[in-house]
């Protein structure tokens, strides 16, 4: 059974968070129609929806079981923090972290690519490209928080910040804020999340972090914008068919069983799984 904590909580940030939504979705839509900006187009925007509720309804369906794995482990927990502002920072710095190296795999080993590439599908770049979701990212995403819960954190917690930061990060998916001044050191800024969709080649995989951009920065990922380079949004192989509502979610997994297909060893096969994308024997 779920906390009913956990429940009453994101009831609080999904009344909190989608007027905001609304307001800057309008705002920016407003701006594009003022300045002849073109950032929307209604089929990528239906599309952005269209996957957010794949993604949603797969959500709500599993996540009991990541609410109970991550209660297990909390059981087992090395030590507690008592100290309530203590506490929600330290929680907040230590989900960004396994954030990053969630979305570094998602980007780094193939089958997990396969998972997240919708969400870089876009050739658009708008706030609602927040919502184009990895759909199937729901069935491991709570893997990466058990050390968290073994460090001293609540289920319902974990999961309250993931969706807290959640809202940060949809937020960023702009291009109607230009850099952030001294925010641009340390903080995920719409200037850093453009570079991570970007499909010009000296940005690919860079900029993993949700909120914090120092991840980066310490582990070898960080690009920042060069604001004399034009910006190619989406996959430097674009779907096809960018608003078929199957092939969005499934292209990459016919070109990872297709490339399997065309191997005869077993030890390349698995290597095609697990190297990153691209990679050939």
């Known amino acids: 059974m779920f906390s009913s904590l956990l429940e009453t909580k994101e009831s609080f940030l999904l009344l909190l968070s989608t007027p905001i939504y609304v307001v800057f979705i309008l705002l920016e839509i407003g701006f594009s129609i003022y300045n002849n900006k073109q950032l ?50 330290v929680l907040l710095i230590a989900e960004d972290f396994m954030y990053y190296w969630e979305h570094r795999t998602d980007h780094f080993v193939r089958v997990f690519w396969a998972v997240h590439v919708t969400h870089h599908s876009s050739q658009h770049f708008n706030l609602t490209t927040g919502f184009r979701s990895s759909v199937f990212q729901p069935l491991y995403r709570f893997i990466y928080f058990i ?13 309250f910040m993931y969706a807290v930061t959640q809202i940060y990060g949809i937020l960023i998916h702009t291009k109607t804020i230009h850099k952030l001044g001294f925010l641009e050191y340390f903080m995920a800024t719409p200037s850093h999340h453009r570079v991570h969709h970007a499909s010009n ?39 096809e068919t960018p608003y078929h509502p199957i092939k969005i979610v499934t292209h990459e997994w016919e070109n990872l069983i297709k490339d399997i297909r ?16 691209g990679w050939k024997p």
Do not use: C
């Open 40 to 89: 929307y187009k209604t089929k990528d925007t239906l599309v952005n929806i269209y996957l957010t509720s794949l993604n949603f309804s797969l959500d709500i369906l599993v996540r009991a079981i990541g609410f109970i794995v991550l209660a297990f482990f909390f059981q087992y927990r090395i030590f507690e923090i008592h100290n309530v502002w203590v506490y929600w920072i």
């Open 147 to 159: 050390p968290l819960a073994l460090i001293g954190f609540s289920a319902a917690n974990i999961m």
């Open 201 to 239: 080649p000296k940005y690919l995989d860079k900029n993993m972090g949700m909120v914090f951009i120092f991840w980066d920065k310490l582990f070898n990922t960080f690009e920042p914008e060069d604001e004399t380079t034009v910006i190619q949004y989406g996959l430097t192989k674009n779907v």
């Open 262 to 277: 065309n191997e005869e060893s077993w030890k390349n096969k698995l290597l095609i799984l697990f190297k990153p994308p």
